[in-house]
């Protein structure tokens, strides 16, 4: 059973940014419908940052996206860590709670996302750490695709690896839109067949996000620019083959004026509007 982000389906965010701060609080209700946190960046905040928290989660819903679980890593679960989540989800009532389908600590922290072997082994491993994930935090666990750069073992393909986890899990989906298309130029896979063969009834939100273009053949994933026109086609796209989900513009840094960003908004809500429309 899945908890809906917002009271409609079709709703946009964005990321609780601290570069972002005064102009969420200044934005008039409709600009976003959600804000997106890093439990990891918030839990235990006090002082101003804290008090700003509180005071836009009484105006907006929250959806949490975790940067430290490591849900494919080797080393054992942080399960003080997952308590930790699981008391601020339940504070400010998050409906979802999402991790990346990725490792990112072994003995210490390595401050980066790795990619994981597309294998049966991986599969199982990463699938029982996000089942127990969900049985420490008493609800469903979404998992996002992460764009990678180097693979590692790959006996299967990512779309492949990805159904299995989920449906071996039994966990949720966000979809990075942007990290299939990244992806697909820098691996040479078709994006489009790629969002065809993921599991529909897995969906339960969706990222989209700028990238920089190293090359014609090398993409990499940024968050730091505006989306270009090909990602914004293949949210329509999965839009299409899953309905009109709740979209996160992902904006990290060189953030430009808060107009554009919710010009970048209004461009998902038009999208949204179509398949609602068509529905």
Not at 66 to 79: E, K, R, T, W
Not at 140 to 158: F, G, H, I, T
Not at 222 to 242: E, I, M, N
Request: aromatic share 8%.
């Amino acid at each position: 059973m899945h908890t809906p982000l917002t009271s409609a389906k079709a709703s946009v965010g964005l990321g609780l940014r601290r570069g972002l701060m005064k102009d969420l609080q200044a934005a008039p209700m409709g600009d976003f419908d959600f804000l997106e946190v890093a439990p990891e960046n918030w839990i235990g905040i006090g002082g101003a940052h804290g008090h700003a928290l509180r005071a836009l989660a009484e105006r907006y819903p929250l959806s949490c996206h975790g940067l430290s679980l490591s849900l494919g890593g080797p080393a054992p679960l942080d399960v003080g860590f997952l308590q930790e989540v699981r008391v601020f989800l339940d504070h400010y009532k998050v409906p979802l709670y999402s991790e990346h389908l990725s490792y990112c600590s072994d003995d210490g922290h390595l401050y980066d996302l790795l990619p994981l072997p597309f294998t049966e082994e991986a599969v199982h491993h990463v699938a029982a750490r996000i089942r127990q994930s969900q049985d420490i935090l008493g609800r469903r666990l979404a998992v996002e695709n992460v764009s990678y750069y180097a693979a590692p073992q790959q006996d299967m393909d990512e779309v492949t690896f990805t159904n299995a986890v989920l449906r071996e899990a039994d966990c949720d989906l966000l979809l990075d839109v942007n990290n299939v298309y990244v992806n697909s130029i820098n691996h040479d896979f078709d994006p489009q067949a790629f969002l065809a063969c993921i599991d529909s009834d897995r969906v339960v939100a969706m990222h989209v996000a700028g990238h920089f273009d190293e090359s014609d053949t090398l993409k990499i994933d940024t968050h730091g620019a505006s989306v270009k026109p090909v990602v914004w086609s293949l949210l329509a796209q999965a839009y299409d083959l899953f309905g009109a989900q709740p979209t996160l513009l992902e904006r990290d840094f060189n953030f430009p004026a808060f107009s554009e960003l919710v010009a970048e908004l209004q461009t998902i809500r038009r999208l949204q509007a179509v398949e609602v429309n068509r529905g």
